[in-house]
């Protein structure tokens, strides 16, 4: 298990790490947000991160994003709903994040908006892209359409596109699908100008995402070491 140094030095190398790619592709680093992807990682782990001056926090799960934010109360973090987005439990998520990155099914999308309209809150949201057709997310062709119906929605506002690519052998063979993300974005954005944020790339392939444009990174093991579950 990592202990604090470790973590601060992740960090501190991530944060490097970021700040090379961006350099590469002649970007601003403050242009990326680091989420630390905290799946199974205790609060007391995820505490050292944000002491050391993470600002974002994502969940895969709705129990542990409602055991692990009380824990972190005191702190000024933004928590991402990183797992897939279910009706049965979309009006939890609503209540419990700040940002939703992925939203793709209509009756989740429904609930979730539902839910957080009641409470008076609007909720950021990325649309899920599945380039794979195995994976939980929207087909390309299907994501003009549910931005349509998805951005009329009282109580969420999309904000952009996510996407994990498929598994590949090297960082630099995850490049085309990051491209394809990015080059979807730039198409929506004629008709959703608001459409701006990519969140793609995970430990072993952020500096290629930042490259390609990516503005939110989700990184877990690189940051809180190897997870034991």
Same mark, same amino acid.
């Given at each position: 298990m990592a202990d604090p140094d470790d973590v601060r030095t992740n960090l501190s190398t991530i944060r490097a790490t970021i700040e090379a790619a961006a350099a590469r592709a002649g970007r601003d680093p403050r242009e990326v947000t680091l989420v630390g992807a905290a799946k199974t990682v205790p609060a007391e782990v995820v505490g050292w991160a944000v002491e050391a001056g993470l600002t974002a926090v994502g969940e895969n799960y709705v129990q542990e994003l409602r055991t692990v934010r009380p824990l972190l109360a005191q702190h000024a973090i933004r928590w991402h709903y990183i797992g897939t987005l279910r009706s049965g439990t979309a009006h939890h998520v609503a209540d419990l994040a700040d940002v939703v990155e992925t939203v793709a099914g209509a009756r989740a999308a429904q609930r979730l908006a539902?839910? #957080? #309209?009641?409470?008076?809150?609007?909720?950021?949201?990325?649309? *899920?892209?599945?380039?794979?057709? *195995?994976? #939980?997310?929207? #087909?390309?062709? *299907?994501?003009? *359409?549910a931005a349509a119906s998805i951005g009329a929605l009282d109580g969420l506002r999309i904000r952009g596109l996510m996407t994990v690519p498929p598994v590949t052998v090297t960082a630099q063979l995850a490049r085309p699908w990051f491209a394809r993300l990015r080059d979807l974005r730039d198409g929506l954005r004629e008709r959703f100008p608001q459409v701006l944020d990519l969140s793609m790339g995970m430990s072993l392939d952020y500096g290629v995402a930042i490259e390609e444009g990516a503005t939110i990174v989700r990184i877990g093991t690189a940051l809180f070491g190897p997870r034991t579950s």
């Open positions: 539902g839910r #957080a #309209a009641r409470s008076g809150r609007t909720l950021d949201v990325l649309l *899920e892209v599945d380039f794979t057709g *195995e994976r #939980a997310g929207l #087909a390309p062709d *299907e994501v003009g *359409e």
